[in-house]
């Protein structure tokens, strides 16, 4: 039964009581076996409140199927509840919520092979191409109707952090919200030359995307400080001359800010206290903030000051051999008509870690008839194979960096995890090459283990 059923099912049973997001949260990683205290550290909420969560949880379907349900008989109870109710309702489900929050898959039929683009960038919204990874896409379009919420999305370099993003925007959109969207990575180098500056930048890009006047003269004053001033300037102008309708401020590529130490320091835990400020003042209910980024921040912060251990965490993760499967019938391929058949695309998967990004790729390749899976595979970290320009490309990046590079050779000459200087491992973490338990790595999959072995090795040569 995959998570979704469950997720389907309780919703059936507590037809009368609909799930929060953070409900949801707890019910989706309770199925997948996840400690209350693992929850609490992915989510960022605390452990007594996932346990609060999760016993009223409980108890609210103890009493709808009138029989005692824990986190231990979980499984059992919802397994022969699906087994009398459910059927098929999996794929009509998954349909309906598409419709209703524009999420949409589209018929494999209605396309062809020449009509597909190749990989690049964030799947356009009503694509065939785009695969849901449930529980991620109710989650955020829940969470994202809670006054003040704070959503952090967190991945690797093209795991799907955009295409996500641009789903929750457009739902979003769909409840009447106003959506400011801020990319760091298209601000100057010179934005990032003092806090005054950016925060100054950041008030301006808000301002023009809301078709406000930037008037910051009105309401910076330098005897205060540019946090308060940037604080002011959102509470007393911003906030106040929209209308009553919730502002979402998405921030991509949020990591750019961590190189900047002085801008990191201050603008991080000022996001931090704009999302407490909802708990006390009404004004601030009206601003939802998602802020997106490839790795964990390697600036120190206080734990009272980091805006990553309060709101919800989204970690991306890689897609699973059914996903796999289900994105094949999207490229039209027979070689995914059925479980049996879909048992061939089971190298491909654990040659490549699931990485989204890889996967499609390989699938765009096999779609054009241009070579075969064995092939593919054979070929696929030597120059001739089809991820040689993306293998290229990182290999470049590390060459860039001593650091590293050796950082990287380490981690390729061993089966174990290897324990790496911080800011290297966050970096590694970034560009997707590893899988980091603190600063412990490991490769991220067989082609980057593959590929690095043979370069890095000449390298060193």
């Known amino acids: 039964m995959t998570v979704e059923d469950i997720l389907q099912a309780v919703e ?50 103890s009493i709808a199927l009138g029989k005692k349900i824990t986190k231990k008989n979980l499984h059992l109870a919802l397994k ?33 092979a020449s009509k597909i683009e190749f990989p690049s960038g964030p799947v356009p919204l009503g694509s065939p191409l785009y695969i849901n990874r449930p529980p991620l896409e109710e989650l955020v379009c829940n969470e994202i109707l809670y006054p003040g919420c704070l959503i952090r999305i967190k991945a690797p370099r093209k795991t799907g952090k955009s295409s996500l993003l641009n789903r929750m925007i457009a739902y979003a959109r769909e409840q009447g919200y106003q959506i400011v ?18 925060l100054r930048w950041f008030c301006v890009n ?26 002011i300037y959102f509470e007393a102008y911003i906030l106040q001359y929209i ?15 961590f190189e900047h130490p002085n801008i990191a320091q201050d603008f991080l835990p000022m996001l931090r206290f704009w999302h407490e400020q909802a708990k006390q003042d009404q004004i601030w209910q009206k601003l ?22 309060v709101g919800i965490t989204i970690t991306l993760p890689p897609l699973t051999l059914n996903q796999v499967q289900n994105l094949a019938l999207s ?9 049996e058949e879909a048992k061939h695309l089971a190298p491909l998967q654990a040659m490549v870690g699931g990485h989204p990004y890889l996967v499609s790729l390989a699938l765009y390749h096999l779609c054009q008839e241009e070579m075969t899976l064995e092939v593919l595979l054979e070929t696929a970290s030597t120059p001739v194979g089809i991820y040689s320009q993306h293998l290229r490309e990182l290999l470049s990046l590390l060459q860039k960096d001593p650091k590293l590079m050796s950082a990287m050779q380490q981690v390729i000459t061993t089966d174990e995890k290897v324990e790496l ?30 590929y690095f072995s043979q370069q890095l090795g000449k390298h060193s040569g």
């Open 80 to 112: 022969k509840y699906l087994q009398d109710e459910i059927g098929d309702r999996e794929n009509q489900s998954q349909q309906e919520f598409s419709e209703e929050s524009n999420l949409e898959m589209v018929s494999p039929d209605s396309f062809s």
């Open 421 to 450: 200087d911080a800011i290297a491992a966050y970096k590694l973490e970034s560009m997707g090459l590893v899988k980091l338990n603190g600063n412990q790595a490991h490769v991220m999959c067989e082609l980057y283990r593959l």
């Open 181 to 198: 969207y801020l990319d760091f990575q298209e601000a100057d180098q010179d934005v990032f030359a003092s806090l005054d500056k950016f």
């Open 288 to 309: 939802r903030m998602v802020v997106v980024h490839t790795t964990e921040i390697y600036i120190p912060l206080k734990l009272n000051q980091s805006p990553f251990n």
């Open 243 to 257: 209308d009553n309708s919730p502002l979402v401020l998405a921030l991509n590529e949020v990591h750019r800010v």
């Open 331 to 339: 490229y039209g391929l027979n070689c995914a008509a059925d479980s």
């Open 12 to 61: 059936t049973i507590l037809q009368d009581k609909p799930l929060a997001s953070i409900q949801y949260f707890v019910l989706s990683q309770s199925w997948l076996g996840k400690t209350y205290g693992e929850m609490a550290e992915e989510s960022g909420y605390r452990d007594n409140y996932i346990k609060e969560v999760g016993s009223e949880l409980w108890q609210d379907l």
């Open 206 to 231: 808000v301002s023009r995307q809301l078709n406000l006047l930037p008037c910051l003269d009105d309401f910076w004053d330098t005897e205060m400080g540019s946090k308060v001033s940037c604080k």
